[in-house]
């Protein structure tokens, strides 16, 4: 009977996907009436002539094929329930083919070339599940009618308005749209999620309001002039800033000029404070890099590298679509005019290499891929990517050279940023269309700061801030004030994670007091910090002398910061910042046995790791080894219960390398490749995802291992001819003879290694400029073939253990590889698919 059923599945549902198929082969074609599903994803199909036979068709997947017109005859298939078309090139879908398909619940549009919809998609009322990201849409009216819908994807399209019907439905409740221009209701509304842009279009009907709000970044090396510019541009006349009075994380203010609202964040130039950008820096903004021409070298090509790559670079990684503009400061301290217009050119003309460098090496790899076409699905699939990274434009204007402290060039910068930001082609959107409540909110919060109606730190209880607005408002109600405060954070004008549980409470109505906080232990000078506690201080912690000599031999050799260390820091910085309220002192501060805000704002923002101090029946302290007898490697004087570590404090990789070992050639390997570069403070971030995940770890300056039972698996940064890259290896368990050695054995190190993936990434969604390229090397020694992984992309959500078919892959130096070494692969045995 078994049999027999399976026997039955296997006709109605076939899969030929991966087949390097350019037609649609006789087999298909003579399925007949029996097949219900049909896979075809992975080929190189251009049309599906002669689909419409398969009659009884439910679901129907072309993606990943080489379609650029829309398959006229799926509208003969009127059984279809879902059907897959992402990444083809169609830019056009012809009226009449969705009014047929009555019984459609599922299509996936995403990755082509559509510039419109077919009016009649308003037809398929049972659609329930709609993709249509990456496209080139404009206007998606036509999905109002769409009465069943659930979960909508319009991700990078041009989309500007939303229709406000949409949202009406209440079974929708799955919606996203980053990457669009829109303006109404702007991105950061939508990022909300469906309740927010609900609550926005109710708001609306009222009343609205149209706001040029231009999101004004300041970057560039420490002293270059940000916070020059930045005051004198809020003063309308030169500020001389006092060294004394640097920026301290972040400065957040804003300025009406020319009918345009400018919000300006002005960054502190200091790197340790890199690690807060990512918060603030968002998509359409106007970046100001100030470098400063007097301290400027042209024959050091470091100072090119510190005071302008390194930042062009991260803006380009980070907002990819920004607009930036280079000021040169301190012209009047450079030697003459010559040397002003000698510094100009040459950082002009080293910008313009430094993007067209990056512009070649995306060719480049382009080219690679083309010649390397042995496994077309892969092929095509990264190429689609790399082709969607260059569509990405920063653009940088040429320098401008500027004496801060002369008025008239301060009020003629002024002009020249509003003639750039009225300049349509490189700010095409910057009106946003607002509910009146939303500015009313907004310019309340405001008001009840200058007014210090709340505290100088601004860290405020959600039901305060309703309070003191509801003094204002009347009816506001909780209901009203959430998605306005969640388009402010988003904005970046307050900081609210309501999705944390210990944090969802609080809001912080002044950001940078946030960075002031981390401050406290976010330094270079972090051991003299802890050297200079004073007895007293100590006291307050209840610790002693031998705590502190002990809390700087930890931080030195194993870069971790007792918590207890970390309690009496924040306490002496809190009290250098005059906040003597004790009761919020140790709600922030927390004691030995609550953790306290803090601790949970570092873990929040991924700055450091939290880990158990060695105890003797620990298993899980970092220096647990697996299968050896456990024995603590000290006994602590201090046995309080945590620390944290800063994977940026150490400063070699001996202890991973101890419990690692030799790199073998049988080692599972996988390694994922950065264009133009790793991020900054990328691997750290990674270290501490990762390690979250596996109790058992090591971490080295940029080696990290980790393991669970006797699987290890390593990663770390690597640079191969000038390539960057980073590398995941596990070592192979060998199992005595009478265990199958199939694919089945593997599954734990592809798990280990598919997590550690994963965790890298979704660290990259922070980089929408970052190009990656994902591949298992040819382990033949001296061989530099790769194999790329078609399908990195869809890490999470699918089964990636199914995808490779073949047992055998043969590098293009004729080396032959099982393919479970190269890719998760289930063994037949334990194959899902077969399972089914
Ligand atoms: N002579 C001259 N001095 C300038 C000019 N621009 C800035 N300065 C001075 O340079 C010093 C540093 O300027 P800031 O604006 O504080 O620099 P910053 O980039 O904000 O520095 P960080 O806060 O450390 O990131 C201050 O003393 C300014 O007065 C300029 O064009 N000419």
Same mark, same amino acid.
Request: with cysteine; proline share 3%.
């Given at each position: 009977m078994m049999a027999q059923s399976n026997d039955f599945q296997r006709l109605e549902k076939r899969d030929f996907s991966r087949k390097k198929l350019k037609n649609l082969p006789k087999e298909v074609l003579t399925l007949g009436t029996d097949v219900l599903y049909l896979i075809l994803k992975n080929n190189r199909l251009k049309h599906v002539r002669g689909i419409s036979a398969l009659r009884n068709l439910k679901e129907l997947n072309l993606s990943a094929n080489e379609l650029l017109e829309f398959p006229q005859e799926i509208a003969q298939l009127k059984n279809l329930e879902k059907l897959y078309l992402s990444q083809n090139g169609i830019t056009q879908i012809p009226e009449g083919v969705f009014s047929q398909l009555e019984k459609l619940q599922f299509l996936k549009l995403s990755t082509n070339r559509l510039k419109e919809l077919p009016s009649d998609l308003g037809n398929c009322k049972s659609l329930q599940y709609l993709n249509l990201s990456n496209n080139y849409l404009k206007d998606v009216k036509v999905l109002e009618a769409l009465c069943s819908l659930e979960e909508l994807y319009v991700k990078s399209n041009k989309l500007t308005e939303l229709p406000a019907a949409l949202f009406l439905n209440?079974?929708?409740?799955?919606?996203?749209?980053d990457g669009n221009p829109l303006r109404k209701p702007p991105e950061e509304v939508c990022a909300g999620g469906v309740k927010s842009i609900q609550h926005y279009f109710n708001m609306l009907g009222s009343s609205e309001q149209c706001v040029r709000r231009v999101k004004t970044m300041f970057l560039?090396?420490?002293?270059?002039?940000?916070?020059t510019i930045c005051y004198s541009l809020r003063k309308g006349s030169p500020v001389l800033v006092d060294i004394a009075d640097r920026t301290v994380g972040i400065e957040i203010s804003e300025k009406q000029l020319g009918g345009f609202s400018f919000l300006f964040w002005d960054f502190a130039g200091q790197e340790e404070y890199y690690f807060t950008h990512h918060v603030f820096i968002t998509p359409q903004a106007l970046v100001i890099l100030a470098i400063n021409l007097a301290s400027y070298d042209v024959l050091d090509p470091q100072s090119f590298r510190d005071?302008?790559?390194?930042?062009?670079?991260n803006v380009q990684l980070r907002v990819p679509d920004a607009v930036v503009l280079v000021v040169g400061t301190h012209s009047?301290?450079?030697?003459?005019?010559?040397?002003?217009?000698?510094?100009?050119?040459d950082i002009d003309r080293k910008i313009r290499g430094m993007l067209e460098e990056r512009k070649a090496n995306l060719e480049r790899w382009k080219k690679n891929l083309e010649e390397d076409q042995k496994d077309t699905a892969e092929f095509s699939n990264q190429l689609r990517y790399l082709r969607q990274c260059t569509e990405h434009k920063l653009q940088v204007l040429d320098l401008l050279p500027m004496d801060?402290?002369?008025?008239?060039e301060i009020e003629k910068f002024k002009e020249y940023i509003l003639q750039q930001v009225q300049n349509s082609d490189l700010f095409p959107n910057i009106e946003k269309i607002l509910p009146q409540l939303y500015q009313e909110v907004e310019s309340s919060i405001k008001a009840l700061k200058e007014d210090k109606d709340i505290p100088e730190h601004g860290v405020m209880l959600f039901e305060e801030i309703l309070n003191e607005l509801n003094e204002k408002f009347g009816e506001l109600d909780q209901e009203d004030l959430q998605p306005i405060l969640r388009y402010l954070h988003r904005i970046g004008i307050i900081v609210w994670y309501e999705e944390i549980a210990d944090l969802k409470e609080t809001v912080f109505v002044e950001p940078s007091f946030l960075i002031k906080l981390f401050k406290t232990v976010v330094r270079h000078d972090l051991k003299n910090q802890l050297q200079?506690?004073?007895?007293?201080?100590?006291?307050?912690?209840k610790s002693l002398?031998? @705590?502190?000599?002990k809390w700087i031999n930890d931080?030195?050799?194993?870069?971790?910061? @007792?918590?207890?260390?970390?309690?009496v820091l924040l306490r002496k910085s809190l009290k250098e910042l005059e906040i003597d309220d004790e009761d919020f002192l140790n709600e922030i501060v927390g004691n030995r046995s609550s953790d306290g805000m803090f601790l949970g704002l570092l873990r929040q923002f991924e700055i450091c790791l939290p880990t158990q101090l060695n105890s003797p029946l620990n298993p899980q302290a970092p220096d647990f080894v697996p299968n050896t007898k456990w024995e603590p490697s000290n006994t602590s004087v201090y046995n309080a219960n945590g620390a944290c570590l800063f994977p940026s404090h150490r400063m070699d990789n001996d202890v991973v390398l101890r419990y690692w070992g030799e790199d073998m050639n049988d080692n599972i390997q996988v390694q994922v490749y950065f264009l133009p570069e790793i991020p900054h403070g990328f691997f750290h971030r990674l270290i501490i995802k990762s390690c979250s995940l596996y109790p058992v770890h090591w971490v080295g300056k940029d080696h990290c291992l980790v393991s669970t039972g006797p699987t290890l698996v390593l990663f770390r940064e690597k640079c191969l001819k000038d390539d960057q890259l980073i590398e995941i290896r596990c070592k192979r368990q060998y199992r005595s003879a009478n265990v199958s050695t199939a694919g089945g054995e593997l599954r734990p190190s592809w798990d280990m290694i598919l997590a550690i993936l994963r965790k890298l990434v979704e660290l990259t969604q922070q980089w929408p400029g970052l190009c990656l390229y994902v591949c298992s090397p040819c382990t033949v020694v001296d061989c530099d073939d790769h194999f790329a992984w078609p399908d990195w992309k869809e890490l999470n959500g699918h089964d990636l253990y199914n995808i490779q078919k073949d047992d055998k892959m043969l590098c293009s130096n004729g080396h032959t590889h099982r393919t479970e070494l190269l890719f998760p692969k289930a063994s037949r045995t334990h194959s899902k698919a077969d399972d089914k």
């Open positions: 209440p079974d929708l409740t799955k919606f996203k749209a560039g090396s420490s002293m270059a002039g940000k916070s005071s302008v790559s390194f930042w062009i670079k009047d301290e450079c030697r003459d005019e010559v040397d002003v217009q000698e510094k100009k050119e801060c402290t002369n008025p008239e200079s506690i004073s007895k007293k201080e100590l006291m307050e912690e002398k031998v @705590h502190q000599d931080l030195v050799g194993k870069a971790t910061l @007792h918590n207890t260390a970390i309690r």
